[in-house]
């Protein structure tokens, strides 16, 4: 008998940069590549004014949703850059 193998695909909380205006976004998906592509193409409303210029500066995994979405509150609770830039550079 043969066992379906399912597929794992974690979460992330990822934290993008534009290094034009110097503005961070912060958010939570199962495939940061499409969805930075997405930001980049300005179908985002909320990082369309900063497209095409959205690098990605870095990212959390986690293995359900709703721990990506809890942690991705977390981050946008804090309300800190210095927080966001602590994260990014590894002293967070």
């Known amino acids: ?7 794992f695909m974690a979460y992330q909380v990822y934290i993008l940069h534009n290094k034009e205006t110097g503005a961070y976004y912060i958010g939570s998906t199962q495939n940061v590549e499409a969805r930075l592509e997405r930001h980049n193409r300005g179908y985002e409303r909320a990082t369309k004014s900063g497209a095409p210029n959205w ?3 870095y990212q959390e995994e986690y293995a359900t949703r709703s721990e990506a979405f809890r942690r991705e ?15 990014i550079s590894g002293d967070g």
Do not use: N
């Open 1 to 7: 008998m043969q066992r379906a193998a399912f597929l």
């Open 73 to 87: 509150r977390q981050v946008k609770g804090r309300k800190s850059r210095a927080y966001i830039e602590r994260l």
């Open 55 to 57: 690098v990605l500066a």
